[in-house]
């Protein structure tokens, strides 16, 4: 069983390295990317708070690619009405223009390796990923 936990942790920073040369070789950091990814996949109002939650990247990370993505113009951001402090943010049209391109290359990669992988074993895979998330917090008291 240790054999395999440690194969299991070579292969989560394998991945997370994988992802992190992906994204710099777009020209971006693995957090730019998720920032990114977040104005794609989220077709709600977005705030730094609300994208610093969803990916644990520290809001000050978070403001610092906001800034850069500003001054690219990629993302505009307006106050909400009932709170002035808080703004929403949004993609702009040459900023939709730019994750579609980015976001649909990885997406492009990504169903590659997932045809190449099969339909039976990607469903194999989430479904353990799914009872490992499970089973991890069930036990997260365990020693309590």
């Given amino acids: ?4 936990w440690k194969r299991y942790y070579t292969l989560w920073r394998e991945c997370n390295l994988m992802y992190e040369e992906w994204s710099k070789e777009q020209g971006l950091s693995m957090n730019g990317y998720l920032i990114l990814y977040s104005f ?4 709600d109002e977005l705030t730094q708070k609300s994208i610093s939650q969803k990916w644990m990247i520290p809001k000050q990370t978070v403001n610092t ?11 505009e951001a307006v106050s909400m009405p009932e709170d002035k402090r808080n703004k929403i943010l949004k993609l702009t049209k040459s900023g939709k223009e730019y994750a579609n391109e980015i976001i649909g290359k990885l997406q492009e990669k990504e169903l590659f390796v997932m045809q190449k992988l099969g339909m039976e074993n990607v469903t194999k895979m989430n479904d353990i990923m799914e009872r490992f998330i499970v089973l991890f917090r069930k036990g997260e008291n365990i020693n309590e």
Avoid: A, N
Avoid at 1 to 4: R, V
Avoid at 40 to 43: G, Q
């Fill in 1 to 4: 069983m240790i054999l395999e």
């Fill in 40 to 43: 794609y996949d989220e077709k």
């Fill in 65 to 75: 690619i906001l800034k850069d993505y500003m001054q690219r113009g990629f993302i």
